[in-house]
C-alpha cells in the first residue's frame, strides 16, 4: 500500500500529489511516518482506557483544520518528529511492554500506509493486544477498508450532520456524506461483534464520539438521530468537555463553554428521545477538568 504515497488519494481531499518525492498536499504529510509522543493515556472512554491506560500515539498534522482544535500545535502547526516505520512498529512493542490496554492511534489518517507495515511488523515481534483507530470521520472508504484485519477498534468523530458548519469551522465539503459512509464501513467490520475482557475494556468495536459545540444543539441532535436511526446498538460518546481554544474565540458562535442549559437539552434528547442502547455522556463541570464520565 506504500505506493498509493507516489498519487496520494488516503483521505477525501484526494491531492493525488507524490509523498514519495517530498511533495506536500493538505494534510502536510510527508512519505516518512510523524509523531508528537507517545504515552499512557488514562482519560479516554472507561471502556478503552480500563484501569493500566491507553497506549497513545499521537501522529503530527491533519487532514482537518477545525478552528477549535484541542491539540492544534499538533494537529495544525505540526509539531513533532520524524521517524521510520520501523521505530513505530518497536514504539507498538515499547507500549505493550508497557502494560497498556491497547495501541491507540490518534489522528492516523495521514499514515495508513506506514501504520500497516508496521503493524505487520509489530505483529511478527508479538504485539497481540487492541488497536485502536482514533480518527476524525473524514477518511476515504477504501482506505477504511484497506485497514480490515489490522483494526480491532474503530473510535470515530462524528461532528457534524451540518455541512455549512463543517465548512465554516473545519474548512472540509461533504463532511456528513463522507463521515456517514466511513462509518458503515467500520460497523461492518467490527460493529456487528463487539467484544469486552472480562474487565469491562473493549477489545472489538465501535464507539462513535460527538463533541457538543455551543449554540449548535441542532446539529448534535440530527448527529445523534443518524446514529440511532441507523445503527442504534452502536456505543455513542457525547463529550461535553469544549472550551475555546485556537481560533476559536474568532467565532461569535462557539467563543464560549458550553453552558448547562446546552447540556441538559442533549442528555434529555440522549436518554427520553432516542433508542440508543450504549449511551455514554460527559457531565458538566465548571472547567475542563471536572468532566465526569457515565454511562446513561
Request: with cysteine; charged share 25%; proline share 3%.
Amino acid at each position: 500500500m506504500l505506493k498509493t504515497l507516489e498519487k496520494c488519494t488516503i483521505c477525501p481531499h484526494n491531492c493525488k500529489i507524490n509523498r514519495i518525492q517530498g511533495h506536500i498536499g493538505r494534510c502536510k504529510s510527508k512519505n516518512t511516518v510523524k509523531i508528537a509522543l507517545y504515552s499512557t493515556h488514562n482519560f479516554e472512554e472507561p471502556c478503552i482506557s480500563g484501569k493500566k491506560g491507553s497506549g497513545t500515539v499521537f501522529f503530527s498534522n491533519c487532514n482537518l483544520n477545525c478552528v477549535f482544535c484541542q491539540n492544534y500545535e499538533i494537529s495544525q502547526k505540526g509539531r513533532g518528529k520524524e521517524i521510520s516505520i520501523n521505530q513505530l512498529a518497536k514504539i507498538f512493542i515499547e507500549q505493550q511492554e508497557n502494560d497498556v490496554e491497547n495501541i491507540n492511534l490518534v489522528t492516523p489518517t495521514s499514515y495508513v500506509p506506514q501504520i500497516i507495515e508496521a503493524i505487520k511488523i509489530a505483529k511478527k515481534e508479538g504485539l497481540k493486544i487492541p488497536i485502536v483507530y482514533n480518527t476524525n470521520g473524514y477518511e476515504n472508504v477504501e482506505t477504511i477498508k484497506n485497514l480490515e484485519g489490522y483494526i480491532d477498534i474503530y473510535l470515530p468523530d462524528l461532528k457534524y450532520a451540518d455541512n455549512l458548519l463543517a465548512k465554516r469551522l473545519s474548512n472540509v465539503d461533504n463532511y456528513f456524506e463522507i463521515a456517514t459512509s466511513t462509518i458503515k464501513e467500520m460497523y461492518r467490520q467490527v460493529g456487528n461483534d463487539t467484544i469486552f475482557n472480562s474487565y469491562g475494556v473493549m477489545q472489538k468495536g465501535l464507539i462513535i464520539r460527538h463533541l457538543v459545540l455551543p449554540n449548535n444543539i441542532l446539529n448534535s441532535k440530527k448527529v445523534l438521530k443518524w446514529i440511532n436511526d441507523n445503527m442504534c446498538d452502536v456505543f455513542v460518546s457525547v463529550m461535553a468537555q469544549y472550551f475555546p481554544t485556537y481560533k476559536s474565540r474568532e467565532f461569535d458562535d462557539i467563543s464560549r463553554k458550553l453552558n448547562k442549559k446546552e447540556f441538559k437539552e442533549i442528555e434529555n434528547y440522549l436518554i427520553y428521545k432516542l433508542n440508543l442502547q450504549n449511551g455514554y455522556i460527559q457531565e458538566l463541570g465548571e472547567h475542563e477538568e471536572e468532566y465526569v464520565p457515565k454511562w446513561t
